[in-house]
């Protein structure tokens, strides 16, 4: 409705245009956003007030005109102007009842892309091998994996890229000392340890030390016998987690891998290209690229280094290796990255080297979704009790834990065997659906409690809402009754019928918005915020117990696009729903 009525100002502007009203060359970004209180409207755009400078107008002048100009639409039946200029714009209830009434006939609930289909590539996840996943790679997994949801159900191809750390000085540590203690698979099982031991190792003798850094330098010239060893701890570390992704619900497949070292090869043909393109200085031996947009405080101009003094090459190098694959093999229209906020700068230098070399084509889009900080219930960086980091299977076994007390508290009679799974789709469903709740920008603070309460915006809440919707269904059964979806027609009498009609018609722009800026947590506050309209229509606007058998279809209709609309959205964050709990 948005996207309609924006249209229908655009014309009426261009309309003022050709009458002289307005100077040609504007191009606003015409805002539209749901009323504040309806009685003054559905929505309501300021776009008047935008335009009244330019225009040499009063607000309340131009919005006459604008009024005036505009195109009638039968799914609009009254145009307001309020305060010092706002346009307010009442919906035809009927025409937005017939709307509804197709998306429910619609495979995809009526959802279309803004825009034409693309080819999108999805950097996320991209864990260090050399550790076991930590807290630290959720937020990439899981926001990465929602947003690709959403872009493959708004028909982009989506190709996956699990940017994997497998190619660092790490890996020297790590093979130097499964050279000295041949580890069975078993203790290997346990990275985390063998982490700590290598780690341990390395910091206290110089010898094994300088062992480990020669390693490095054999591995990345392909001795065969490092080669073996790296990859027999490659594949243990991969498949750990592998494990990690399926008990998350998450796309990835090994199939998605494709790590730094992938790059290896083309390190010196990147350095090579920069150099042809004019890009290089050498600056103290290394190979630099210098962008004027960079620069420090002082105004000192911020190298990006490819290649250091030794020889080496950096993270940067890959990353340029990587987006010119994206681009040229891959075909990517856009790429996006979502890794920590705090590479931002990293990402900007990539991109805009990446850019001036021709590694990618003109119309890439290129953008990094950076995400804050995961803290502990505390606000500070999330830690063991005794300060080590938090492996992600401890994260997701303590979940299902609680998940399963809570569970049985509610629901003691339910046998053991569907105890234990429900608590393990709302634990998982939980850590999943706190972390893409909030706005990826900011710091999130990790909190059980929060996350597995039935109230407020979180997974239980939403999980039990899909219940109650399904609940609805089930007793019209008991009652010997059936619904059909291709029977009736949706009528919006009541007020809480309408709000939440007009809520669920907002189903496809929410959508269309995540897949803009890579932010699940506007269909969270969405989904939350139907699950509380719908409470409202529920215990306003009995369904079995309606009037007459034409008013009880249309509220079945209603809770049947209620529930596919939330199971749907449920589905593109990666969360299963349940039919009882
Ligand atoms: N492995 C990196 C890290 O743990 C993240 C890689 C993100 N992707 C990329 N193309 N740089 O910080």
């Known amino acids: 409705?948005?996207?309609?009525?924006?249209?229908?100002?655009?014309?009426?502007?261009?309309?003022?245009?050709?009458?002289?009203?307005?100077?040609?060359?504007?191009?606003?970004?015409?805002?539209?956003?749901?009323?504040?209180?309806?009685?003054?409207?559905?929505?309501?755009?300021?776009?008047?007030?935008m335009l009244a400078k330019p225009a040499g107008m009063k607000p309340r002048d131009l919005a006459e005109k604008i009024v005036a100009a505009l195109p009638a639409d039968e799914q609009i039946t009254q145009?307001?102007?309020?305060?010092?200029?706002?346009?307010?714009?009442?919906?035809?209830t009927q025409a937005l009842a017939s709307r509804l009434d197709e998306a429910l006939a619609d495979a995809t609930l009526s959802v279309r892309k803004n825009g034409p289909a693309q080819r999108v590539v999805v950097d996320l996840s991209a864990p260090n091998l050399a550790k076991e996943m930590h807290v630290g790679h959720l937020r990439s997994t899981i926001i990465g994996d929602g947003v690709a949801s959403v872009l493959e159900f708004l028909g982009d191809t989506v190709i996956r890229q699990n940017h994997v750390g497998d190619w660092g000085t790490q890996f020297g540590m790590l093979l130097a000392y499964l050279q000295e203690t041949p580890a069975t698979s078993d203790e290997l099982a346990d990275l985390e340890n063998f982490y700590r031991a290598a780690k341990g190792r390395f910091d206290e003798s110089e010898e094994f030390a300088e062992r480990a850094r020669g390693l490095v330098v054999k591995l990345q010239a392909g001795d065969a016998e490092c080669l073996s060893l790296w990859t027999r701890f490659k594949d243990i570390s991969l498949s750990h987690c592998q494990e990690v992704y399926e008990r998350l619900n998450v796309k990835l497949t090994p199939k998605d891998v494709?790590?730094?070292?992938?790059?290896?090869?083309?390190?010196?043909?990147?350095?090579?290209?920069?150099?042809?393109?004019?890009?290089?200085?050498e600056s103290n031996g290394a190979q630099c690229v210098f962008l004027e947009e960079f620069k420090t405080a002082e105004?000192?101009?911020?190298?990006?280094i490819v290649q250091k003094a030794g020889g080496g090459y950096l993270y940067a190098t890959t990353d340029l290796a990587a987006i010119r694959y994206r681009s040229n093999v891959l075909k990517a229209d856009r790429a996006l990255y979502f890794v920590d906020q705090r590479q931002a700068l990293h990402f900007q230098q990539v991109f805009?080297?990446?850019?001036?070399?021709?590694?990618?084509?003109n119309g890439m889009q290129m953008e990094h979704m950076g995400f804050g900080t995961m803290n502990g219930a505390d606000g500070r960086p999330f830690k063991t009790r005794?300060?080590?980091?938090?492996?992600?299977?401890?994260?997701?076994?303590?979940?299902?834990?609680?998940?399963?007390?809570?569970?049985?508290?509610?629901?003691?009679?339910?046998?053991?065997?569907?105890?234990?799974?429900?608590?393990?789709?709302?634990?998982?469903?939980?850590?999943?659906?706190a972390d893409l709740s909030k706005h990826r920008a900011s710091d999130y603070s990790f909190n059980f409690d929060q996350m597995l309460s039935f109230e407020g915006n979180t997974a239980p809440y939403l999980l039990y809402a899909y219940t109650r919707v399904a609940g609805v269904f089930r007793k019209l059964e008991e009652k010997g009754e059936s619904f059909n979806a291709s029977e009736g027609q949706i009528i919006l009498d009541a007020a809480q019928e309408q709000d939440l009609a007009a809520r669920l018609a907002q189903f496809g722009e929410t959508v269309n918005t995540v897949a803009d800026k890579g932010t699940p947590h506007v269909l969270c506050a969405y989904l939350y915020d139907l699950a509380g309209l719908f409470s409202s229509f529920y215990e306003n606007c009995p369904i079995l117990a309606a009037e007459n058998p034409e008013q009880q279809q249309s509220r079945l209709r209603l809770a049947a696009l209620t529930g596919r609309t939330l199971k749907q959205g449920l589905q593109l964050l990666g969360l299963d729903t349940l039919e009882r709990m």
């Open 1 to 49: 409705m948005k996207d309609t009525i924006r249209q229908l100002i655009q014309q009426a502007l261009s309309q003022l245009v050709t009458d002289g009203v307005l100077p040609e060359g504007l191009t606003p970004a015409i805002q539209v956003e749901n009323a504040k209180d309806k009685k003054n409207g559905d929505f309501a755009s300021n776009i008047a007030m």
């Open 79 to 92: 145009v307001d102007i309020a305060g010092p200029g706002f346009l307010n714009f009442f919906q035809n």
């Open 258 to 281: 494709m790590g730094e070292s992938a790059y290896n090869d083309d390190l010196a043909n990147v350095v090579a290209d920069l150099k042809k393109a004019g890009l290089l200085v």
């Open 299 to 304: 105004g000192t101009p911020l190298p990006v």
């Open 352 to 361: 805009e080297v990446a850019r001036r070399a021709g590694f990618v084509t």
């Open 386 to 433: 005794d300060g080590g980091t938090v492996k992600l299977v401890d994260l997701l076994d303590e979940a299902e834990e609680r998940a399963y007390t809570l569970v049985k508290e509610k629901n003691p009679d339910v046998a053991e065997d569907e105890l234990r799974s429900i608590a393990k789709a709302v634990g998982i469903s939980a850590v999943k659906y």
